[in-house]
């Protein structure tokens, strides 16, 4: 299953995208469902309410209670014909839907820097023996579409194409052995970064935490949907000039090791996003540098989860 969250009359609701119905609104579809199994109204709206929460983290904490009623509301949207789906409100078109991130606002997001040998190399940087990690601001995060934005202060900004794993449960301590129960499912980012603010200091935090600098989207695939997460091609462009391609094969550290190493200092929280670093390619060690400019578009696609795009803006003098 693909969730997508996204906004209609000024409030975020969870959809799961159908190749013939579109985004389908999955509290709506499950209450749906319950009323052709006899429930009255009251109590199929109780129940979707309750079963179907209308932001992606507070679905995943329904763990598998949750996705199994969503998985059949969907079955039954699916089964209906498009005058009932369209009388009853339960789906939208892709491009009348206006797309959040995956997880609107996840509690943390935890980035890995310097996951790929060649991106290390071109960065003229030595391989760590665990992984490097830091931290990104939620508030920094950018929906499908929505656009990245040039600051004032600096003209240095940078493009970086990663796999984003969403966790789905509650793990403190986990075993690389059974790393992979908790993850949800997966997704793309696009971790902008300021570069001459990210190489001010030591640290990433200023560099990596700009207004507007955190796409990520279009949708979450649930693990059903992708059979091996270690073997997807990324590929990052802008204004269709390829500038990034690698495949997360070439992870230094995979997922269930992030995932173990992660948890061993902090709780990891359904919802939470964990980027698993960006491969070769990025602007700033080209000949000259290249650096995204306002106008242009930037484009991250990985096997099995669509096509992450964004347009890029100046921002606004006040």
């Known amino acids: 299953m693909k969730l997508v969250s996204y906004e209609q009359g000024g409030r975020p609701r969870l959809g799961a995208l ?51 009623a969503a998985q059949a509301a969907v079955r039954h949207a699916a089964g209906l014909d498009d005058r009932t789906v369209r009388r009853e409100a339960l789906a939208v078109p892709p491009a009348d839907a206006r797309l959040l991130p ?25 391989l760590s023996e665990i992984p ?9 995060l950018v929906a499908p579409g929505a656009p990245v934005v040039v600051p004032t202060v600096s003209q240095q900004v ?19 052995e059974q790393a992979m129960d908790y993850v949800a499912g997966y997704s793309i980012f696009n971790d902008v970064t300021v570069r001459d603010y990210q190489f001010r200091t030591t640290q990433y935090t200023e560099g990596k935490n700009f207004h507007a600098s955190g796409p ?17 091609e990324i590929v990052t462009e802008v204004d269709g000039v390829e500038k990034q391609r690698a495949n997360t094969a070439d992870l230094i550290f995979d997922i269930p090791t992030l995932v173990e190493h992660i948890s061993t200092f902090i709780e990891l929280e359904p919802g939470d996003v964990i980027p698993t670093g960006t491969p070769a390619g990025v602007g700033f060690k080209r000949e000259p540098p290249e650096f995204l ?9 990985i096997t099995g989860l669509g096509e992450l795009e964004n347009p890029v803006v100046a921002e606004k003098q006040s």
């Open 18 to 68: 159908d190749d013939r119905l579109g985004v389908i609104d999955l509290r709506r579809a499950y209450a749906l469902l319950l009323l052709a199994q006899g429930e009255s109204a009251p109590v199929a709206r109780a129940l979707a309410q309750a079963r179907i929460p209308l932001e992606a983290d507070a679905f995943l904490v329904t763990g598998q209670s949750g996705r199994d």
């Open 158 to 176: 940078d493009w970086e194409g990663e796999l984003a794993v969403v966790i789905g449960k509650h793990g403190r301590h986990v075993r690389k």
């Open 216 to 232: 990520f989207g279009p949708f979450l695939a649930l693990t059903d949907e992708i059979s091996d997460p270690h073997e997807l």
């Open 132 to 140: 490097i990690l830091f931290a990104r601001f939620p508030a920094t």
């Open 102 to 126: 995956p997880v609107p606002r996840p509690r943390k997001v935890v980035c890995v820097a310097r996951n790929y040998a060649e991106h290390a190399r071109e960065a003229g940087l030595k």
């Open 293 to 301: 400019r306002p106008g242009q578009t930037v484009t991250v696609r």
